[in-house]
């Protein structure tokens, strides 16, 4: 593949260029939002003697994206530009992004995850089944822990298993989340769901939901040790997307899930 990376001096951006560079792909155009005027190679070390830009003029066969809202928008309207397919990991994102996205599905092929590894996508499955199974009687706790330097919160997994319980039981996410308890905040509803975020280390990212019950607690647990999981994933649906028309995608698609 020839590819466009947004966010190509981020953590994730370095793995996926490592990975794909290992894989024999190509990086065309590695783009970020304030380095300019250096090649990649002479920024990272790495055997990519193109130079970092700050938008995309096409020539990719797709642009992946792990940046931030504001480099989501820019990236994902010049896709629309020149016709190439975009597949982004950037969360945080707000209703006006989400249908940028949306709009843009209209016309390129578009895959906007939360989380790429095949992990966390079958753990969305469980907590679906799961939230059926046992009912209203269970109540539902997420707790999600990430590395010191991650900007948003909760991270955009625990908004992603939020609502896959929410969609299993019926209720709205923007009335049943509850973001932490401080304070006299009187006795728990059964509608809502806690959403707990913890920063520290370099924890790359834990997920619980926990499903507590009168005498007993269901744990869903999902550790990830390695960014490579989710760069890995992320070049398997580059690779997946390319030739399929306009629509909007997911990793559940990606992975026969």
């Known amino acids: 593949m020839k590819l466009a990376l947004n966010g190509c001096l981020g953590k994730m951006g370095r793995r996926i260029a490592e990975l794909a560079h290992q894989g024999g792909h190509k990086i065309v155009t590695p783009i970020e939002q304030i380095t300019y005027g250096k090649t990649y190679a ?6 990519i003697k193109v130079n970092v830009v700050g938008h995309y003029e096409g020539g990719a066969d797709v642009l992946i994206d792990f940046s931030m809202p504001d480099g989501f928008s820019a990236r994902l309207a010049e896709c629309v530009k020149h016709g190439t397919p975009f597949v982004s990991g950037t969360t945080g994102l707000t209703d006006r992004e989400l249908k940028e996205r949306d709009n843009a599905a209209k016309t390129i092929p578009v895959l906007s995850a939360y989380n790429m590894s095949l992990g966390i996508n079958l753990l969305l499955s469980l907590v679906k089944q799961t ?4 009912g209203p009687g269970y109540d539902i706790e997420i707790v999600e822990m990430h590395h010191r330097m991650k900007s948003d919160a909760p991270s955009g997994t625990a908004v992603a298993l939020l609502n896959a319980a929410c969609e299993a039981t019926g209720r ?11 304070g006299m905040v009187g006795k728990r509803t059964q509608p809502e ?4 975020a913890v920063r520290g280390g370099d924890v790359v990212g834990d997920h619980i939901v926990m499903f507590a019950g009168d005498g007993e607690r269901v744990e869903l647990v999902h550790k990830a040790s390695s960014r490579d999981t989710f760069a890995r994933g992320a070049l398997r649906a580059a690779e997946w997307i390319i030739g399929k028309p306009a629509g909007l995608y997911t990793m559940t698609q990606v992975l026969g899930l």
């Open 42 to 47: 002479e920024l990272t070390g790495m055997d």
């Open 131 to 134: 939230a059926q199974k046992l």
């Open 172 to 182: 709205d996410p923007k009335k049943v989340a509850k973001h932490g308890r401080e």
């Open 193 to 196: 769901i806690g959403i707990h």
